[in-house]
């Protein structure tokens, strides 16, 4: 009689939840490509940079309405860049008419808030020529 192959069937098994895990990943990684294309669109913003890195937080900072410097503070200056990038994050909110929370949750549950952002009403309020940027 043919006993059952339990090596096989644990690697078989093993490897499908990794199917699973690398289609929810994808999944996931498209969703958010399709909520900062859509993001930066509301914001009169080419939506192909939301993809392109560097580029992407070029135009946040501008979204947001703060100097370019911040740019260089949040990819070369370790510890501030945590700082800048949820002060951003918070101000990217305030934009679009939420809350510091939901700047919160753009970097904790971003694969939650940026869709949010992107296909709710939320309507970009671009910052003011006289408004301080800093």
């Given at each position: ?49 939301s ?21 260089l ?18 101000e ?8 510091s ?8 549950l ?10 709710g ?14």
């Amino acid at each position: 009689m043919n006993e059952p192959n339990y090596d096989a069937i644990g690697g078989a098994a093993a490897g499908g939840a990794m199917m699973g895990m690398i289609i929810l990943y994808l999944a996931l990684c498209l969703i958010m490509a399709i909520s900062g294309w859509k993001v930066f669109s509301k914001a009169g913003k080419p939506g192909i940079a939301s993809i392109i890195p560097i580029w992407n937080i070029v135009v946040m900072v501008e979204m947001a309405g703060k100097p370019v410097s911040w740019v260089l503070l949040i990819l070369l200056v370790p510890c501030a860049n945590i700082y800048f990038a949820i002060m951003l994050m918070i101000e990217l909110a305030k934009r679009f008419g939420k809350s510091s929370g939901f700047g919160i949750g753009l970097i904790l549950l971003p694969f939650i808030f940026w869709p949010m952002l992107a296909f709710g009403s939320a309507q970009y309020q671009a910052p003011s020529p006289t408004e301080p940027s800093a």
